[in-house]
T-cell receptor, first 111, second 117 residues
């Protein structure tokens, strides 16, 4: 079945470490997105990419980095510069001018 | 940039009662509007969307929403809720005018719907 796969489901990070969250889609969608979700704050956009080898910052890009080397993959790296990384991270994808489809998320916690 | 206000952070309701979850958005020339549902520890699932045409849109699980341009609202309704409708609901907007970044969604903070037996 087509869909979006995020891995791992749970991730733990030590202080000062970078971690990479995986997002893979087999829906052949051009656009991909990363959101951060905190309780009571809704979803906030971190980065998005509308085409391979191109991406733009969202509203809260500081402390994060992404790459888009393949159409189906859009990994997110949470760097040590992100001072409050504990959150639920959601990846999404969409074809042009159509609603976004979401993965099941990765919950990141600091040890 | 667009913004979305969900007026109620929590809505408790008894089973089989009607429910309305309210959503207002900032004005733009034209918009696309969406409602998503999220069950615990899961991603978001699309309930319904307004892209153009009829202002009353029907979605999955018996939900519907009405686009009101003059009031910049897109309230979600269900005439009779079930316990399985307990979840968090998010309203989202995307600009549809030429200056907008296509696909860029702005979310409200969410409304937790709790259905009691």
């Amino acid at each position: 079945d087509g869909g979006i796969t995020q891995s791992p489901k749970y991730l733990f990070r030590k202080e000062g470490q970078n971690v990479t969250l995986s997002c893979e889609q087999n829906l052949n969608h051009d656009a991909m997105y990363w959101y951060r979700q905190d309780p009571g704050q809704g979803l906030r956009l971190i980065y998005y990419s509308q085409i391979v080898n191109d991406f733009q910052k969202g509203d809260i890009a500081e402390g994060y980095s992404v790459s888009r080397e393949k159409k189906e993959s859009f990994p997110l790296t949470v760097t040590s510069a992100q001072k409050n990384p504990t959150a639920f991270y959601l990846c999404a994808s969409s074809p042009a001018n159509q609603p976004q489809h979401f993965g099941d998320g990765t919950r990141l916690s600091i040890l | 940039a667009q913004s979305v206000t969900q007026l109620d952070s929590q809505v408790p309701v008894f089973e089989e009662a009607p429910v309305e979850l309210r959503c207002n958005y900032s004005s733009s020339v034209s918009v696309y509007l969406f409602w998503y549902v999220q069950y615990p520890n899961q991603g978001l699932q699309l309930l319904l969307k307004y892209l153009s045409g009829s202002t009353l849109v029907k979605g999955i699980n018996g939900f519907e929403a009405e686009f009101n341009k003059s009031q910049t609202s897109f309230h979600l309704r269900k005439p009779s809720v079930h316990i399985s409708d307990t979840a968090e609901y998010f309203c989202a907007v995307s600009g549809a005018d030429r200056g907008s970044t296509l696909g860029r969604l702005y979310f409200g903070r969410g409304t937790q719907l709790t259905v009691w037996p």
